[in-house]
């Protein structure tokens, strides 16, 4: 296999990934509580409503933290396929 | 089941539920955004390099896009939902005052917690034939109601925020085998009655396996229901929108759709100019619908102004009528129109487009709740669209009741009765200033707004060749009261209405 890699390219990815996670977190404070009829219980939807709306906060807030980690592993992956080009470059220079 | 009264019908907050169907639009469109991120997240991966490393955080990537996208579709049905269960509570709402009105009109009063319905004074034949009638009514409200109720809340049930994350990986089995896509390409070969009862026999669970698995097949399919064509078509638009390269046309049909409530997406195609049909209102379950054909030039980018019309038409046709929201008018760009006026003498896509359209009205009268012939329906052809709906109805498959042209270049006869049509339901309109006229005769044949052609000429009071659906314009009105059945009602330059109309 070809190995070339664009660490910039990684990071923007990173950049686009935290942007998506942080996104995210402030959909869960900005609709958290708009997404149900409160003062509406004899209706069967809005309590139904109010359930699908717990679970999407739940779904939504999982979404953010993988979104987050994935982008933390990334930002990680760049730094280390720099630190191995470097450590590979300090080795050649110590054999000559 | 729902056990509501009728003193908490009365009570329901209708607003409470637009509101939280404007968030859960809200929502939806949010989830576009972010996945568009998380797209050029995944494209920045890939113009990062090669690599094992990178190989699989792509994949890691793609799975995110995927789980983003996906959760938006599910929001925009409970939206959806939510809007359709507003409108249908406020209409129900005022039904309901109309009835105590008249209750009280009678000397009767309506304990709401029970349903009981007292004289307040001595009780002849009358009120007392009355406070039956008025009883029934109540029932027939709450039943409306409750019905209402259980079908938003299992609307609700049915969008988890993932198809395959919520609680199961599939839809619940029932025993029946998994279709496959040869299966269902293959309905693509038979009539939309065929398609509308081979769809009613597979299983729910089948059904929802072809929605998830094929949806690019289930989406375009004549016969299947208008629910079941739109879940699979946003589906497929959520796909298509998130490929690289997507045509930009597609995002301005997922837009509109996002800010257009009781939307149904009937077809969507990437494919060259592209194709989408879009209902405003459920066409399956309204007492009218009409279809509008729209003529040269139209692609998929100009969805905001083609909805805005539809929606111009629906709005009037349904204030007109005493039922609130039983009118479903149908923007269908299901064919290739010509790219301009100047190609629009070409024949060729009018038969295409003809063919088409006549299975697509096949499809509604298949999948209608109240049988093929249950619901009154109008094909509207304007501009070159009219040669289109000229070419099905020719062809002598054009299963509407009425036929409307407005800005006709010519229905490629020389008579109205060559339709296959019965001339009184041929309707054209045509402004004094309509540039239109002045496509030669020879091109597209004789000039249907001309008294021999044998069609009903309606009278309109716009100008140009787009100003058909005008605001407050004798136009619009006249076209709303055709598409609702009120043909006594329709103001004619010549010709003779049909001696009676659809119940409106």
């Known amino acids: 296999m070809v190995l070339a890699v664009d660490p910039e390219h990684l990071r923007g990815a990173v950049d686009e990934v935290r942007i998506a996670a942080i996104n995210i977190d402030e959909l869960i404070v900005q609709h958290g509580f708009r997404l149900t009829v409160p003062g509406q219980r004899r209706w069967e939807s809005a309590g ?11 779904h939504l807030g999982r979404l953010a933290t993988t979104l987050h980690a994935t982008a933390t592993r990334l930002a990680s992956v760049a730094d280390l396929f720099v630190a191995a080009d470097r450590a590979a470059l300090a080795r050649i220079r110590s054999a000559a | 089941m729902s056990r509501l009264t009728l003193a908490e019908v009365r009570a329901g907050d209708s607003e409470a539920f637009r509101s939280a169907a404007v968030a859960w639009a809200a929502l939806a469109a949010a989830l576009d955004a972010v996945s568009e991120h998380l797209v050029t997240g995944r ?9 094992l490393a990178l190989a699989v955080a792509d994949d890691r990537v793609r799975t995110q896009v995927h789980a983003v996208a996906g959760a938006a579709e599910p929001a925009r049905r409970i939206a959806q939902a939510l809007f359709r269960h507003a409108d249908a509570l406020a209409a129900l709402q005022r039904h309901l005052d109309a009835v105590l009105a008249s209750a009280r009109s009678h000397g009767l009063t309506v304990d709401l917690g029970t349903g009981t319905v007292t004289a307040t004074g001595p009780v002849g034949p009358a009120p007392r034939r009355a406070a039956h009638a008025i009883r029934d009514e109540l029932a ?12 938003t809340a299992m609307a609700i049930e049915g969008a988890p925020p993932h198809p395959r994350t919520a609680g199961a990986d599939h839809p619940v089995t029932d025993g029946a085998p998994r279709l496959d896509r040869a299966t269902v390409q293959r309905q693509a070969g038979r009539s939309p009655a065929e398609v509308a009862a081979w769809w009613r026999s597979l299983s729910p669970a089948q059904q929802e396996w072809a929605r998830q698995d094929h949806p690019d097949l289930i989406g375009r399919l004549d016969g299947i229901p208008a629910a ?44 060259g100019d592209g194709r989408v049909a879009v209902a405003l209102g459920d066409p399956d379950h309204s007492a009218h619908t009409a279809v509008f054909v729209p003529g040269v030039g139209s692609d998929l980018y100009d969805i905001h102004g083609e909805v805005a019309r539809t929606a111009a038409l629906r709005r009037v046709a349904d204030q007109t009528t ?19 006026l100047l190609d629009g003498w070409r024949e060729g896509p009018s038969r295409d487009g003809g063919a088409a359209l006549t299975r697509f009205v096949d499809g509604l009268r298949a999948t209608h709740v109240d049988g093929p012939t249950g619901g009154h329906v109008t094909v509207l052809g304007y501009s070159y669209g009219s040669t289109v709906a000229a070419e ?12 409307v042209v407005v800005g006709s270049p010519g229905l490629h006869t020389d008579h109205a009765r060559e339709l296959n049509l019965d001339p009184r339901h041929v309707w054209v309109g045509r402004s004094a200033s309509d540039e239109i006229r002045f496509v030669p005769e020879p091109i597209h044949g004789r000039e249907p707004a001309d008294p021999g052609y044998g069609a009903n000429r309606f009278v309109t009071d716009t100008s140009g060749h787009s100003g058909y659906w005008r605001p407050d314009s004798a136009s619009l009105l006249n ?12 103001t004619l330059v010549h010709g003779q209405r049909p001696a009676s109309g659809w119940p409106a």
């Not at chain 2, 005493?322 to 301009?340: F, K, M, N, Q, T």
């Not at chain 2, 076209?479 to 329709?490: C, F, H, L, M, N």
């Open chain 1, 48 to 58: 139904r409503l109010e359930t699908a709306a717990e679970s999407w906060r739940d």
């Open chain 2, 43 to 51: 494209d920045r991966v890939g113009a990062a390099g090669q690599g």
């Open chain 2, 140 to 151: 027939e409200i709450l039943a409306q109601a409750r019905r209402l109720d259980a079908a």
């Open chain 2, 228 to 271: 079941d064509r739109d879940r699979a078509n946003r589906a497929h638009l959520d796909h298509l929108v998130a490929q690289p390269g997507a045509p930009a046309g597609l995002r301005a049909v997922r837009d509109r759709l996002a800010a257009t409530p009781d939307a149904y997406l009937l077809l969507i195609d990437g494919a």
């Open chain 2, 322 to 340: 005493v039922a609130e929201g039983d009118v479903s008018v149908v923007y269908w760009l299901g064919y290739d129109p010509p790219d301009s």
């Open chain 2, 392 to 403: 099905s109805a020719r062809a002598g498959g054009l299963r509407v009741d009425d036929l």
């Open chain 2, 479 to 490: 076209q709303a009261y055709i598409v609702t059945g009120q043909y006594d009602r329709v």
